[in-house]
Every structure is written in structure tokens, then in C-alpha cells.
């Protein structure tokens, strides 16, 4: 069997700062084209997305039924997709069934796969683990078990003091599989643990004019079962000298105090994020607040 493994896709209208695109939607839909064109030409049996499908939980509705119209024009075989933090309303579980990915999946577009669905694809067993769910143990070593999860999980730390799982403690920690296919960390890595693959395609669109993200080559990934090795196809995007326009990057603030190292010594030690939201979402955890007191918080934050 083939599947095609598809990154981070950050779908959205507004044009991220820097970029040079005059209609962002378009870029966005030129990207999911060729990736379906990949997946048709080498006849796939699915397509296997590892979420942030959206940029952000509540996406334009036109480029939503853009999407589900592009996908539904070419692919007629099974597509699944876990959500990310992207695609979810403040990071709540709770929020899936609002998502985007159940009106795709009401759309007949997608089969959105979380903690608790698993699907039969042919000789496959389709798993999934959206973010902040913890993945499910694969019951039938017969089949050939896939996870998909959106998790940070990377071979490179993302800036110092960084504590980042690496693919072969994800894979001690959570064991059975075949194929690991992880989002949320946006650049790409295939990396052979034992016999599994751990595979994370990176970010489908160059988002930042960070040096890294422009030195980023969008890709898709096709695995073969057969032969149990990923091929990286690279999609025909512009060069980064083109997509940007770095005279658009806002000058770093100089007035007021420098707080970098502070926040670097707090981060290297754990304590602090630079979200609130994320800072929240943290504290709710490790506190092991229930999840119905965790949804109230949120939703009062709602109106804030
Ligand atoms: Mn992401």
C-alpha cells in the first residue's frame, strides 16, 4: 500500500507578513493541488494529514469549501486527518466536534481521526492522536499499524534550553507502531527507529521569514508498505527570494527593558511560555484540572 503523508498545511486567506503573495487563498489551494496530483500519480491508497490543517480554528468559509471542492474534484479514496492546536478552539478537545475537520468530514471529505477512531484501510489500521491526546495502543500487530499525531516531536532543538522529544523516545514511549506520522513541529525529518518509520513531512507553506522557515522546501512524503521506505517529493514552489519581501520585516523594538534573557533562564527551567494561552494550558495540565472546569475557563476566555 501507498500513502501520502501531508505536513502542517497552515491553510489561510491573509497573506502572512513578508510573504509576496497577492492572493494567500490561491497559494494555499495551488499547494493541496499538487499534493493530490502526487498522490494520484503514484496511485496512493490514502492520504494521511497530520493536522493544523487550518491556520486557525475558524477559517474563511470560502477557502473552507475551496478545500473540500479541490479534494472532492480528484480523490475519491479515503483521506484522514487528526486535528492540531490550529484546528481546535483554545486547544480543547471538547471543541472537535465545531472543528472544521467534522464539517470536512460531514463533507464527505475526510475522516478526522483522534484518540478514540481507528480505521481499516485494506492490510493498514489507521490510528490517531490529535494534539494533547495521549495515542491509543494498536490491538492487531497483523496489520500494518499507522499513527497519525500531532505532537512536538523533532530531531533539532528549536532554540536553546528547547526540551524536545526525539523520535526514538516517542517511539520507546509509545510503542506497536509501523508508522509514525507527526505533525506540529514544522520542519521535516524521516527517521528509522528498530522498524518503524517516524516521519514528519514539515510545514506545507513558508510561513515566517524566520531564516528557517525560508530555507524550508515544502514537500510531501509517499510511504510504500511494500517496500517499507519514504520518498520525499518536493513540490514546485517559488524561491524564498521571491516569496518574500524582506523589507516588509517590522524593526525589532528597541524602547523599553530587554527581558530575553530572563525569559530564555524561565524557558530553559520550564516555567514560562510566551502565549498566555499556552501558558494556561500548561498550568490546567499540570494542575490536573478537570476537563469540564478546563472547558469553563475557556469559554469564558471566549468573549475576552
Ligand atoms: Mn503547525
Redo the contacts with the bound molecule.
Sequence with gaps: MKFLILG?C?FRVRTPQCRTDENFMETCLDKLQQAMDVAHANECDAVLQV??FFDSPNPSGELVAEVITSIRAKWRKPFYATH???DLTYHTEASMKRSTLRIMEAAGTTNSVGGYTRFGCKTSRIHGAAFGQIPPVPDNDRYFNILIA?TMVGDKPLWPGHDLTGPEEYVRKYPGYDLYCL??Y?YPFSVKVGDAWVINPG?LLRLTASERDMQHRPKVVIFDTDTNEPEDIYLDVKPASEAFDLSKKKEKRVEGPDFSAMVAQLKAAGRIGLSFRENLVRYLETKKVEKNVQEAVWNALEGV
Excluded: N, R, S
Aim: net charge negative; hydrophobic share 10%.
Design positions: 502542517d497552515h493536522g493544523d492540531g492546536q490550529h500531532h505533525g506540529d514544522h510545514v
